[in-house]
């Protein structure tokens, strides 16, 4: 196999997000829903016979020297001893600093194409384990299901079988300006003492469960996030922020005027996903 062309690196979404604690060292404790979504990134994966890597952005844009999917690959030739190199091209359609994941995905991604590429044939538990090095959120990507995440977001239940999620329309809303995650999680405004919740209690409610404890503070933060909020609520729509924003999204329950929002915004209609589309390119086998 010389290449994979047209591979896919789907977003997420937080239904909920919950801070229960914070560590002695600094990190925090959460809990939350991770669900996937078909709105996503395009990766373009050619096998090359030296061991650099080196990619593209194929809208023309510039990328960071060192980004996640440079270093998802370095991280898999470091842990396989691989001496195989890739060239990888991106068409990045998912927005930047929005809570949706599209970094961690595009890693996630990564390590799933040059697996089967490279002929590396690790299981899923081993690309989380790499996964874990290069952020939270990436072993998510790589589990393939919707899932219950808590701890500081490595211990991860999927929602599968009787558990799955019904199939819902989203509308997903990103203002002009993003947010950086830190400013966040180091406001002395953040709640950090939900009382912890169950998989049983969640999926009793499911899209109407819980709040995003970052919200409040994202929302002092960035205010056009709450115009964004406003506006969804406006057609009676449950508006919550994903992740650490600035995305808000709602349950898509009735038609509404999009062209009423501001043209500044990123809008996307959207549904969730039952399964990673790369799911079944990797087998779950234990370490």
């Known amino acids: 196999m010389l290449s994979l062309y047209d591979v896919p690196a789907p977003a997420k979404l937080n239904l909920f997000l919950h801070i229960t ?10 809990e939350s829903v991770f669900m ?3 709105w996503h990134d395009v990766l373009h994966f050619e096998r090359t016979a030296s061991h650099q890597i080196s990619r593209e952005d194929l809208s023309g844009m510039a ?8 270093r998802a690959a370095r991280a898999l030739q470091q842990a396989t001893g691989c001496t195989q190199g890739a060239h990888i091209g991106i068409h990045k359609n998912l927005p930047a600093q929005a809570g949706m994941g599209g970094g961690s995905s595009d890693a996630a991604t990564t390590l799933l194409a040059l697996n089967r590429l490279w002929g590396l044939g690790l299981s899923r538990q081993e690309l989380q384990k790499i996964g874990l090095t290069l952020g939270a959120d990436v072993p998510f990507f790589l589990c393939g299901h919707t899932a219950w995440v808590s701890g500081i977001g490595e211990i991860i239940t999927p929602l599968a079988g009787a558990q799955a999620l019904p199939e819902q329309q989203f509308i997903v809303v990103k203002p002009e300006q993003g947010l950086e995650t830190g400013k966040i999680f180091s406001s002395d405004l953040l709640k950090r003492d939900s009382k912890p919740a169950t998989i049983a209690v969640f999926a009793a409610r499911h899209f109407g469960f819980g709040r995003n ?3 409040p503070v994202a929302e002092g933060l960035q205010p056009e996030m709450k115009k964004v909020r406003n506006w969804l609520e406006s057609f009676k729509l449950h508006a919550t922020m994903t992740g650490s924003g600035s995305a808000v999204f709602a349950p898509l329950t009735q038609a509404i005027d999009l062209n009423s929002a501001p043209s ?4 996307k209609v959207c549904k969730n996903l039952a399964i990673h ?3 079944g390119w990797v087998s779950d086998k234990k370490l």
Not at 63 to 70: C, K, N, R
């Open 21 to 30: 604690g914070r560590r002695a060292d600094g990190y925090h404790l959460l």
């Open 36 to 38: 996937l979504i078909d």
């Open 63 to 70: 990328l960071p020297e060192d980004d996640l999917i440079t």
């Open 213 to 215: 404890d970052l919200q």
């Open 264 to 267: 500044t915004w990123q809008i």
């Open 277 to 279: 589309p790369l799911h």
